[in-house]
């Protein structure tokens, strides 16, 4: 059906990367689909007023880090010279609640548990060498958003989206009550369990005979210092925290 043999599926697998593989075959489900736009898939979707959902969706959260002008001074953090965020990857599971205001704008409620690791690599430079300190900071989110869906006109079994709100965030997993005062050198980077977020993104939506797919990408910026102060190198030398995720996600509508 799709003009493809089998000795060609097989080569493409062995010749290219494993991102190059899901793209192919999400674009054969796409292909199927588009040999038979003739065919519109449920069409009493677009007139519900409300409807549910569910996404599994894969993050890549970090940190904006605001460093004390202090940084670099020798008087005031001896050797440490520089901090980065590295961001890292984690997943969200959510579940979907959609409800129309007018037929082009919806209002949207996913809330979800996500899984995220945060890292801040701390470099310091010693007599002989430089050499960094590490400090994950692992999260168990419970999410909130709120967002305001604008979609296109239906076109066929396709529609494009874009949306924007906020987000309200408690981290389960945080440790901000840990006692720092004999952790020394292994002490914990402590931040603030709630956070709020401005958010925004966009997708596109695939009608299925049985369901509609959609594939979205949303940013996520978070408005609160996070940082809890203490007597450590880690905390002193950073001014400002502030949270932000990159989620994809993969819907499933009915």
Known sequence: MFGINRSFFLSFFKRNHPLKKVAFLIGILFSAEAESQQTINLPAYTHAHYHFGFIIGINTTSFYINPSPKLGDPRYFDTLKSIRSVPQVGFDLGIVTELSITRYLKLRFVPSLGFSDRQIE?????????????????????????????????????????????????????????????????????????????????????????????????????????????????????????SKTYLLSFTFEG
């Open 122 to 242: 701390y470099n310091f430079l010693s007599n002989i060498d430089t050499f960094s300190v590490k400090k994950d900071i692992q999260s168990v989110f419970l999410n909130f958003p709120l967002d305001l869906k604008l979609i296109s006109k239906r076109l066929n079994n396709f529609e494009a989206y874009v949306l924007a709100g906020g987000k309200f965030a408690r981290d389960l997993a945080s440790q901000k009550d840990v006692n720092q005062t004999l952790a020394g050198a292994k002490a914990t980077v402590r931040i603030q369990p709630n956070d709020w977020y401005y958010e925004a993104g966009g997708g596109i939506e695939f009608y299925l005979p049985y369901f509609k797919f959609g594939l979205e990408l949303k940013v996520s910026q978070g408005l609160r210092n996070l940082i809890i102060p203490d007597n450590s190198v880690y905390t002193q030398s950073i001014n400002g925290l502030y």
